[in-house]
């Protein structure tokens, strides 16, 4: 038997650690969050390692002397515990209105205004984690993620994993920061789109995806422009995001083309194009056909203006959905015009209201 006056300090150190009696080791992520006004947390992410300590100081600056808690859950529960905290038992105030869920990881105390605590949690897996004001009526708005071993999204604004009003906050911010003169033309990745898309930003809200690979209106939006960070970060295998909400789709795959005619092999050969008071007519050729398209912004209506030489024909347009012109007709997917009318013709596509 060792007597314990025997024992080296270096071998009296090896046995606490097998014992867990050290944690010298071990790194603490120190984090503070708020509630502010408006029922939100700030910041509303926090990221961090598998096996971390996380010590959060939790502060209540809410002006409007409204108490908040602060409630870490298990990835996956977020939906849980918001219907959890409707629950409320004769012994709600006494729990600080933390629901009873096996979900729940560390939980702050119901802190009042100007007051702050501080916990501790330790994630054993990787995942995205949340944390959630559950005193009722919060929990459907109020709550933030937390990442661990994960990769959040750079932009909050597009960060699925908060909540919707504080993504379209700064989904708003993001967009006075980006947005262009209008009009506007860039050469970017797009998705649902070629290489060779091109976005367009007309004056209004009015934008536009055209495709210089197949000669094609993508899509249209309305809203901001485009965010172009990521891939400029990139190396093309990032698309540039689209700031703002589609109002219309071609659809179709890369064989669509903007014009169809009774020859299957023909192909669109893109010629350029050129501006006209800061907004692009493009040109290209097609079955023997000269076509030149532009799209501009009139009356909140996106006018998408056609001269097209060479037909002795009806032109057939692809153009699905809500499509109108005061010439020509619609046959399914396509708005057909009279040879003669294909000289000059105009589509509009509207926005709902």
């Excluded at 038997?1 to 080791?25: D, H, V």
């Excluded at 947005?179 to 536009?208: C, H, K, Q, T, Y």
């Amino acid at each position: 038997m060792i007597k314990s006056a025997l024992i080296s300090p270096l071998l009296a150190a090896l046995i606490m650690a097998s014992n867990g009696q050290s944690n010298q080791n071990s790194k603490v992520n120190k984090q503070a969050i708020q509630a502010v006004e408006g029922l939100q947390f700030d910041p509303v992410r926090v990221s961090m390692k598998q096996g971390e300590q996380l010590k959060l100081t939790f502060s209540n600056t809410d002006p409007n002397d409204q108490p908040h808690n602060l409630v870490i859950i298990e990835p996956g529960s977020l939906k849980a515990i918001q219907d959890a905290s409707l629950q409320v038992g004769a012994d709600a105030v006494e729990k600080g209105y933390v629901p009873d869920h096996k979900a729940v990881l560390a939980a702050t105390k119901l802190v009042q205004a100007d007051q702050t605590e501080t916990i501790s949690f330790t994630p054993t897996k990787k995942g995205i984690y949340h944390f959630v004001c559950t005193f009722p009526g919060h929990a459907a708005v109020m709550y933030g993620a937390i990442y661990v071993d994960e990769r959040a999204p750079r932009d909050i604004a597009f960060d699925e994993n908060i909540p919707q009003y504080r993504r379209d906050l700064e989904l708003a911010k993001l967009r006075d920061s980006l947005e262009p003169r209008r009009p506007s033309v860039m050469r970017a990745f797009l998705p649902d789109a070629g290489p060779a898309a091109i976005a367009v930003a007309l004056p209004g809200e009015l934008n536009f995806c055209w495709d210089a690979g197949n000669c094609r209106l993508r899509y249209a939006w309305t809203g901001g422009f485009v965010d172009p960070r990521d891939m400029f970060n990139s190396n093309g295998s990032r698309f540039t995001k689209i700031l703002g909400k589609t109002f219309w789709s071609s659809g179709g795959n890369e064989n669509t083309f903007t014009l169809s005619t009774n020859n299957a092999k023909a192909r669109p050969d893109f010629q350029g194009y050129r501006l006209i008071d800061g907004t692009p007519e493009f040109s290209y050729l097609y079955d023997g056909l000269k076509v030149s398209e532009r799209l501009t912004s009139e009356g909140g209506s996106l006018k998408w203006h056609f001269n097209i030489i060479g037909a002795s024909e009806p032109v057939k347009v692809f153009a699905p959905g809500e499509v109108t012109s005061t010439t020509g007709k619609r046959e399914g997917d396509f708005w057909v015009v009279e040879a003669a009318d294909a000289q000059n013709f105009t589509l509009s596509l509207t926005p709902k209201s």
